[in-house]
């Protein structure tokens, strides 16, 4: 008795030495890095933390790291498994188990059941996308280092046995590193919590969490795919800030909530957020709010996309001052209504005031995800199970309840477009058949080459947030379920109404002789056109949006191109406006035409035209980071328009008419736009806007025969700046008047004999955003492009609240000015590069006209003018102005 007693003490001190020794041999953070995260005045960057997550995975067996794919600037995407040894020798398999619940089809019920009772939960957690909210990526490797280096530990150990952690240092490469950069630069200077001048992922900066259905970024790719590869039930993203004086907010979310996510994925919200609040307050941190302002109603949110792959995701915000650096707040920094520190239902416990250090951030984020890895843990079995559930529910639900099924078909207005659609349901993880024989739904024959998306799917209730319009649920907007709440984002995204494209809703079931004539595809198919016809000359259709990037390579290419000036015969039918092509081989014409999947007609007889050339396009870049101008930046790229970036130095240089033909205003504050930062809050180099020099720059541009176009807040801003005899409406209105912080509204087109409205259907539908309206004043010459139909609202999805504020009032001018031309866009013509339906708007003023079609018209100039323009006099008017048609 007493030897066989012995041998289990010896071998418990066995097991602890090897603990002892298993855990001194783990490099902490400070070995590697030479700092903790989260010290003051220290951030790692995200190179930084891949050298140590490389470290940690050196020396132990609880972590593997992989690489998932590459960011803008082409650093490599790196994530950390981490979870018990056996684990990680089996990921293969549970990675394939865990997209098997997701799918539910191959599964039973009892078979569902015994997965979840034997398999691991898969769990996301990041550090973080919006770079310069900077104790994400912090906390990433602090929450490393505490699950692998704690041997023994009985929370650890059941976190790691039954979970797997996806853990990604950060969802922003690029960004970390540029932040980081930055503020190491300008540490110890005036300027140590100065604002980083520019965006701090390329194109989008803060938008990078509005492209999750999308997928325009790369970033986004990679996060979604990834994410359909190992199907995690929680996705987690960590944000800064939270509502002051809070010191974290977390879910539950504030109403609204889409009923097209799961019931399931709605109630864990729920409880994860409460098991958080219950973690964060045994810890003893105070603080942690709910509701409040945030909501999770827009689905393109990259960090709440994956719900409607029934993931259970979300995000907190933990507080923030600037970087690393610290702040102590006295209760008279709160706001007068937190000032009597009194608990309320949702913000059970207030934070009393005193330092914040950037590692009571990290200490706040690495509680709130143990706490999710921990529900994670105890609920693992009930979690697995209701993912099959909300598959399996959702299948049957789409038996029974229309829509039945969507069609796109083809061909249609904008054929290129509507497979673009298509392929971006499939880049989301939906399923998309292609029509092989026709296929007959609605009393209608769809031709083959359409496509079908069958609802009774997974992951179908995305195809249907997507493209029904979305109507905001009125007890909210009338005070009736709580005191009214205005939305802080956008309110309706409907896309086939952004991109213009047909999309039907089948309101029968679809039977089996239906799901016969289909085909299901990986990916869809380049479109099969031809050149119809004989002769040198070429005809291509101006609805299609490929036919922009399709000219302008024939352009590059030495063709030669004009605007139809009557009806001509197209692929797509009789239309005015169309591209005309010369001087390329109808080879050329063939590849370019099948490249872009644009069809062509040739002829004989060349039509009568407008000769056109690609235009030298500037894009205003303001220092001050404008999100839209990186939006805009990114389409013209695309689009093969090559914009030069034009700063605030290069507009006050003057003589831009020499360099340029059209310049891009995106959408800005005028203070944004005349003033910028302040000077002593950034850098001398960059700070300030265009000033009055720039003003007076871009007014001799536009008089000297320029063409200056301007988007949303830029138009209204511009009318005061150039003196335009032009009324922005919503001047001054108060929301009680007038409110619409993102809505598709339908506008009528006035002229569609003019080149800028070419292409463009009768009744566009655009994205208004905070915009203006306008109405002429006396003395205006141009033309009125689109307007909103007068006594009819022109709501088609989202919130608009007094429509009749707008109703036949203009939505788009054209003013002459001098020799040239100013647009006046009171929309977002390319809103995060998804308004694929209005990118002519704006894409038409992108070419020079041999041929000028407006005549000159001179007319009387304002009584009252001024030589030189100042923020309190930029209404006037330089004596030599001329206001021209």
Same mark, same amino acid.
């Given at each position: 008795?007493?030897?066989?007693?012995?041998?289990?003490?010896?071998?418990?001190?066995?097991?602890?030495? !090897?603990?002892?020794?298993?855990?001194?041999?783990?490099?902490?953070?400070?070995?590697?890095?030479?700092?903790?995260?989260?010290?003051?005045?220290?951030?790692?960057?995200?190179?930084?933390?891949?050298?140590?997550?490389?470290?940690?995975?050196?020396?132990?067996?609880?972590?593997?790291?992989?690489?998932?794919?590459?960011?803008?600037?082409?650093?490599?995407?790196?994530?950390?498994?981490?979870?018990?040894?056996?684990?990680?020798?089996?990921?293969?398999?549970?990675?394939?188990?865990? !997209?098997?619940?997701?799918?539910? *089809?191959?599964?039973?019920?009892?078979?569902? #059941?015994?997965?979840?009772?034997? @398999?691991?939960?898969?769990?996301?957690?990041?550090?973080?996308?919006?770079?310069?909210?900077?104790?994400?990526?912090?906390?990433?490797?602090?929450?490393?280092?505490?699950?692998?280096?704690?041997?023994?530990?009985?929370?650890?150990?059941?976190?790691?046995?039954?979970?797997?952690?996806?853990?990604?240092?950060?969802?922003?490469?690029?960004?970390?590193?540029?932040?980081?950069?930055?503020?190491?630069r300008n540490l110890g200077t005036p300027f140590e919590v100065a604002p980083m001048p520019w965006l701090y992922q390329e194109?989008?900066? #803060?938008?990078?969490? *509005?492209?999750?259905?999308?997928?325009?970024?790369?970033?986004?790719?990679?996060?979604?795919?990834?994410?359909?590869?190992?199907?995690?039930?929680?996705?987690?993203?960590?944000?800064?800030t939270a509502p002051f004086p809070a010191r974290i907010w977390i879910p539950p979310f504030a109403d609204p909530i889409s009923?097209?996510?799961?019931?399931?994925? $709605?109630?864990?919200?729920?409880?994860?957020?409460?098991?958080?609040?219950?973690?964060?307050?045994?810890? #003893?941190?105070?603080?942690?709010?709910?509701?409040?302002?945030?909501?999770?109603?827009?689905?393109?949110?990259?960090?709440?996309?994956?719900?409607?792959?029934?993931?259970?995701?979300?995000?907190?915000?933990?507080?923030?001052?600037?970087?690393?650096?610290?702040?102590?707040?006295?209760?008279?920094?709160?706001?007068?209504?937190?000032?009597?520190?009194?608990?309320?239902?949702?913000?059970?416990?207030?934070?009393?005031?005193?330092?914040?250090?950037?590692?009571?951030?990290? $200490?706040?984020?690495?509680?709130?995800?143990?706490?999710?890895?921990?529900?994670?843990?105890?609920?693992?079995?009930?979690?697995?199970?209701?993912?099959?559930?909300?598959?399996?529910?959702?299948?049957?639900?789409?038996?029974?309840?229309?829509?039945?099924?969507?069609?796109?078909?083809?061909?249609?207005?904008?054929?290129?477009?509507?497979?673009?659609?298509?392929?971006?349901?499939?880049?989301?993880?939906?399923?998309?058949?292609?029509?092989?024989?026709?296929?007959?739904?609605?009393?209608?024959?769809?031709?083959?080459?359409?496509?079908?998306?069958?609802?009774?799917?997974?992951?179908?209730?995305?195809?249907?947030?997507?493209?029904?319009?979305?109507?905001?649920?009125?007890?909210?907007?009338?005070?009736?379920?709580?005191?009214?709440?205005?939305?802080?984002?956008?309110?309706?995204?409907?896309?086939?109404?952004?991109?213009?494209?047909?999309?039907?809703?089948?309101?029968?079931?679809?039977?089996?002789?239906?799901?016969?004539?289909?085909?299901?595809?990986?990916?869809?198919?380049?479109?099969?056109?031809?050149?119809?016809?004989?002769?040198?000359?070429?005809?291509?259709?101006?609805?299609?949006?490929?036919?922009?990037?399709?000219?302008?390579?024939?352009?590059?290419?030495?063709? @030669?191109?004009?605007?139809? !000036?009557?009806?001509?015969?197209?692929?797509?039918?009789?239309?005015?406006?169309?591209?005309?092509?010369?001087?390329?081989?109808?080879?050329?014409?063939?590849?370019?035409?099948?490249?872009?999947? =644009?069809?062509?007609?040739?002829?004989?007889?060349?039509?009568?035209?407008?000769?056109?050339?690609?235009?030298?396009?500037?894009?205003? *870049?303001?220092?001050?980071?404008?999100?839209?101008?990186?939006?805009?930046?990114?389409?013209?790229?695309?689009?093969?328009?090559?914009?030069?970036?034009?700063?605030?130095?290069?507009?006050?240089?003057?003589?831009? #008419?020499?360099?340029?033909?059209?310049?891009?205003?995106?959408?800005?504050?005028?203070?944004?736009?005349?003033?910028?930062?302040?000077?002593?809050?950034?850098?001398?180099?960059?700070?300030?806007?265009?000033?009055?020099?720039?003003?007076?720059?871009?007014?001799?541009? =536009?008089?000297?025969?320029?063409?200056?176009?301007?988007?949303?807040?830029?138009?209204?801003?511009?009318?005061?700046?150039?003196?335009?005899?032009?009324?922005?409406?919503?001047?001054?209105?108060?929301?009680?008047?007038?409110?619409?912080?993102?809505?598709?509204? *339908?506008?009528?087109?006035?002229?569609?004999?003019?080149?800028?409205?070419?292409?463009?259907?009768?009744?566009?539908?655009?994205?208004?955003?905070?915009?203006?309206?306008?109405?002429?004043?006396?003395?205006?010459?141009?033309?009125?492009?689109?307007?909103?139909?007068?006594?009819?609202?022109?709501?088609?999805?989202?919130?608009?609240?007094?429509?009749?504020?707008?109703?036949?009032?203009?939505?788009?001018?054209?003013?002459?000015?001098?020799?040239? !031309?100013?647009?006046?866009?009171?929309?977002?013509?390319?809103?995060?590069?998804?308004?694929?339906?209005?990118?002519?708007?704006?894409?038409?003023?992108?070419?020079?006209?041999?041929?000028?079609?407006?005549?000159?018209?001179?007319?009387?100039?304002?009584?009252?003018?001024?030589?030189?323009?100042?923020?309190?006099?930029?209404?006037?008017?330089?004596?030599?102005?001329?206001?021209?048609?």
């Open positions: 008795m007493r030897c066989r007693s012995l041998f289990p003490l010896g071998l418990l001190f066995f097991l602890a030495l !090897r603990s002892v020794t298993a855990t001194a041999q783990i490099p902490t953070p400070a070995s590697v890095l030479g700092h903790n995260p989260g010290d003051d005045f220290y951030l790692a960057d995200y190179d930084d933390a891949i050298k140590y997550f490389h470290a940690l995975a050196a020396s132990s067996d609880r972590i593997k790291m992989f690489k998932v794919g590459k960011s803008t600037r082409g650093e490599d995407y790196e994530i950390a498994l981490i979870s018990s040894p056996e684990n990680l020798a089996r990921l293969d398999e549970y990675k394939s188990i865990a !997209r098997k619940l997701a799918d539910s *089809r191959s599964l039973t019920d009892a078979q569902a #059941h015994e997965l979840a009772r034997t @398999s691991k939960v898969i769990v996301h957690i990041d550090g973080g996308l919006h770079s310069d909210e900077v104790a994400g990526g912090q906390h990433s490797i602090q929450l490393a280092y505490k699950l692998v280096s704690s041997q023994g530990d009985p929370q650890i150990d059941a976190i790691l046995n039954n979970v797997i952690l996806m853990l990604w240092p950060t969802i922003n490469p690029d960004g970390q590193n540029m932040v980081v950069s930055w503020y190491h194109y989008v900066g #803060h938008d990078n969490n *509005r492209d999750g259905y999308m997928l325009n970024m790369l970033e986004s790719q990679v996060v979604t795919r990834t994410e359909m590869e190992y199907s995690p039930v929680i996705f987690y993203c960590q944000h800064q009923s097209n996510i799961s019931p399931y994925m $709605r109630s864990w919200l729920n409880v994860v957020g409460t098991q958080m609040s219950a973690a964060l307050q045994e810890q #003893h941190l105070p603080g942690a709010i709910s509701q409040d302002e945030f909501d999770n109603w827009y689905p393109g949110f990259l960090d709440f996309t994956h719900v409607f792959r029934n993931e259970i995701s979300f995000f907190t915000e933990t507080a923030l001052y600037r970087y690393a650096t610290p702040r102590f707040y006295t209760v008279n920094d709160f706001p007068k209504p937190s000032q009597d520190l009194k608990a309320l239902t949702m913000y059970t416990d207030p934070w009393q005031g005193g330092w914040w250090h950037l590692s009571d951030a990290v $200490r706040y984020m690495v509680a709130a995800s143990m706490s999710v890895l921990d529900t994670s843990s105890k609920y693992r079995e009930q979690l697995l199970y209701n993912r099959w559930q909300a598959a399996h529910d959702n299948i049957e639900h789409f038996k029974h309840a229309a829509p039945y099924a969507y069609v796109l078909p083809n061909p249609q207005a904008d054929t290129p477009e509507a497979a673009l659609l298509a392929q971006k349901l499939i880049d989301n993880g939906l399923e998309v058949h292609r029509v092989a024989r026709p296929f007959h739904a609605n009393g209608i024959d769809y031709p083959a080459g359409s496509w079908v998306v069958l609802m009774d799917q997974p992951f179908s209730g995305l195809a249907k947030e997507l493209f029904e319009a979305q109507h905001y649920p009125q007890a909210i907007l009338d005070g009736s379920a709580k005191p009214v709440t205005l939305p802080y984002d956008v309110t309706g995204w409907t896309l086939p109404m952004q991109m213009g494209v047909r999309v039907d809703a089948v309101t029968d079931p679809v039977g089996e002789d239906q799901r016969s004539a289909l085909e299901l595809v990986a990916k869809v198919d380049a479109l099969s056109v031809t050149v119809e016809g004989a002769g040198p000359t070429f005809v291509l259709s101006h609805k299609p949006n490929a036919s922009f990037v399709a000219v302008n390579e024939i352009l590059a290419s030495g063709g @030669s191109v004009g605007f139809s !000036r009557d009806e001509v015969q197209t692929a797509e039918g009789s239309e005015s406006g169309a591209f005309i092509v010369t001087g390329i081989g109808r080879e050329k014409l063939l590849s370019v035409a099948q490249k872009y999947g =644009v069809g062509a007609v040739s002829t004989a007889r060349a039509p009568q035209t407008i000769a056109i050339h690609k235009a030298r396009v500037a894009l205003y *870049r303001p220092w001050q980071p404008s999100i839209d101008e990186g939006w805009t930046r990114w389409i013209l790229e695309k689009y093969g328009f090559a914009p030069e970036s034009l700063y605030n130095a290069g507009v006050k240089a003057g003589n831009l #008419h020499a360099r340029f033909d059209t310049i891009i205003l995106p959408d800005m504050s005028k203070t944004q736009f005349t003033d910028g930062f302040k000077p002593g809050l950034v850098p001398s180099e960059y700070a300030g806007g265009i000033d009055n020099d720039g003003v007076a720059s871009l007014r001799e541009f =536009v008089r000297a025969g320029g063409t200056l176009v301007a988007f949303n807040q830029t138009s209204s801003s511009l009318i005061d700046l150039f003196g335009l005899p032009v009324t922005n409406i919503l001047a001054g209105v108060k929301s009680d008047q007038f409110f619409c912080s993102g809505a598709l509204l *339908r506008i009528e087109v006035k002229d569609s004999a003019r080149p800028a409205l070419y292409g463009l259907p009768a009744d566009p539908i655009v994205m208004f955003e905070r915009g203006p309206a306008f109405a002429p004043k006396p003395g205006f010459t141009g033309t009125i492009l689109a307007s909103y139909s007068p006594g009819t609202n022109p709501l088609e999805s989202g919130v608009l609240l007094h429509p009749e504020k707008i109703e036949g009032q203009a939505a788009a001018i054209e003013v002459s000015y001098g020799k040239g !031309r100013i647009y006046l866009y009171g929309f977002k013509p390319q809103w995060r590069a998804q308004s694929h339906g209005a990118y002519k708007f704006f894409m038409n003023t992108l070419y020079r006209y041999d041929e000028p079609p407006f005549a000159e018209v001179h007319v009387a100039k304002p009584a009252d003018t001024d030589k030189k323009a100042t923020p309190a006099s930029a209404g006037q008017v330089d004596d030599d102005d001329d206001f021209s048609e």
